[in-house]
């Protein structure tokens, strides 16, 4: 509940600056030697707690991010609470759907968008508006940064909303197994695994290896199943499997019960930021 009662703060962190360079209604007084003086501080020992009790898992911008993607839906429930207390229900994951082909969460980009572009708008405001002052004041010179910022985390939340293309994830794996075909039966060895592919480390030499040969591949917990062959580089064979309804049940317990080395382990500020531009400029 602390956390749900967090998000309507994040909220007002994107929508006071527009508000006050447009209509002049501060969300707080404040300038920037006070927000050097507290605020900055703070600041800092949060970030560099939630990357101490994340094991370096967490970054700053990012975690802001993600925390506004839902921020309004969360508010919209707090308020109604207000009114219905017991609620009503809503999807709190997006789950399911067709992830091979791109997705657009239409409604959350154009909030986001037209966040992100009232708060540029905004510091072009604060120069080129026939009221503006002939010198930046203390509270204005802290609100420049400020709308900068929100502008960044609304940008960053815009860029989420459009879900690129992606396959399924291939789990490492070391599972001894067999492959057969044409009466021969080899040993091989599972590299990694995912519900519709696997890679195999198994010995060359085999005219069966072909891309489009149909083999057999027997594992203890999965048993026999028919699998084609992708593709084969040295002793890594790429097949796509072919389980029955039954086999894909145990593919799923087998995958998804288990810690598999799926989760990074410590994130990289300097990868996410060249993400984040590559996302931003080219669009993948």
């Known amino acids: 509940m602390l956390n749900w009662f967090c998000k309507p703060f994040m909220v007002l962190l994107l929508i006071a600056l527009p508000i006050y360079w447009f209509a002049g209604l501060p969300a707080f007084e404040a300038d920037y030697l006070s927000f050097l003086r507290y605020g900055v501080p703070a600041l800092l020992a949060q970030i560099i707690y939630m990357g101490w009790v994340s094991r370096s898992r967490t970054l700053p911008l990012f975690m802001e991010a993600t925390h506004a993607v839902t921020c309004f839906a969360i508010t919209a429930t707090l308020l109604s609470s207000i009114v219905k207390q017991f609620g009503r229900p809503f999807k709190i994951t997006d789950k399911g759907g067709d992830r091979s082909r791109p997705r657009v969460h239409g409604r959350l980009a154009a909030t986001f968008g037209l966040i992100a572009a009232s708060s540029a708008a905004s510091i072009v405001w604060a120069f080129v508006s026939p009221y503006a002052a002939s010198e930046i004041s203390a509270i ?85 199943t028919s699998v084609t062959i992708v593709s084969r580089a040295d002793a890594l064979l790429l097949v796509r499997l072919e389980p029955d309804f039954e086999q894909r049940r145990r593919l799923v317990v087998q995958l998804f019960s288990s810690s598999c080395g799926a989760i990074t382990s410590e994130a990289s500020l300097r990868g996410a930021l060249a993400g984040l531009a590559r996302r931003g400029l080219v669009g993948r």
């Open 140 to 224: 204005d010179f802290f609100n420049l940064p400020w709308a900068a910022i929100a502008m960044l985390v609304a940008f960053v939340a815009f860029l989420v909303c459009f879900e690129l293309p992606r396959g399924e994830e291939m789990f490492p794996a070391g599972d001894d197994g067999w492959l057969a075909a044409d009466d021969e039966l080899r040993p091989c060895r599972v590299a990694a695994l995912s519900l519709s592919s696997a890679q195999l480390v198994c010995s060359r030499g085999y005219p069966t290896d072909r891309p489009g040969s149909r083999v057999h591949l027997h594992l203890e917990w999965l048993g026999w």
